[in-house]
């Protein structure tokens, strides 16, 4: 399950033809077409046909209510490949899973009981994406950091604090994080 990423989960069945509600998990809608295939479990289910608006879905072999109720409440699964493959990215757009482990930096000072941290201060690394209004991302807190004192994760805003994203080196650089965990102290 590591490269695999759920994007949608399946609801009740909808009418007599094996159409059922979809909700999409997803910030990619477009990726939900005739033709696109998506696991399950242990099966692929192929879409056939989709209303977005309406939030419902038709997937090839499924025909009847009956067959559309085996699949309520299950989970659709993508790969990293695929979405890295099926979902183009506007400028400063990222995917969550290129963001988590990611180190959070902040050039800066941080005094602490006699001990004085100047230039890039590694806070620690981003754990999880949480959505709330906007999204957080959740920082599990450098050690040497928790030795001094800090709490062991604490939560920034992607858009307010976030400065620059490297993907590739798997590090993220803030502004005003720093801040945020002295508050936490």
């Known amino acids: ?14 009418g007599i033809k094996g159409w059922q509600k979809i909700h999409i998990l997803s910030d990619f809608p477009e990726q939900f077409k005739p033709g696109v295939t998506f696991s399950s479990d242990k099966i692929d289910l192929t879409i056939e046909k989709i209303d977005l608006k309406k939030g419902l879905v038709k997937f ?22 695929e979405t890295r493959q099926n979902i183009k990215l506007k400028k400063d757009e990222y995917f969550w899973f290129d963001i988590i482990g990611c180190d959070v930096v902040e050039s800066g000072q941080l005094t602490v009981e006699n001990e004085e941290l100047n230039g890039e201060i590694r806070l620690g690394k981003v754990k999880d994406i949480e959505r709330l209004d906007v999204d957080y991302l959740l920082i599990e807190t450098d050690e040497k950091l928790i030795q001094l004192g800090f709490p062991k994760r604490f939560l920034i805003d992607f858009k307010r604090h976030i400065k620059q994203v490297d993907v590739e080196n798997k590090k993220i650089e803030a502004n005003g994080a720093i801040l945020i965990l002295e508050s936490l102290k």
């Open 1 to 14: 399950m590591k490269n695999k990423i759920v994007v949608a989960k399946l609801g009740k069945s909808h």
């Open 60 to 81: 090839k072999g499924i025909d009847t209510p009956e067959d559309a109720k085996k699949l309520t409440n299950r989970m659709l699964y993508t790969t990293v490949e």
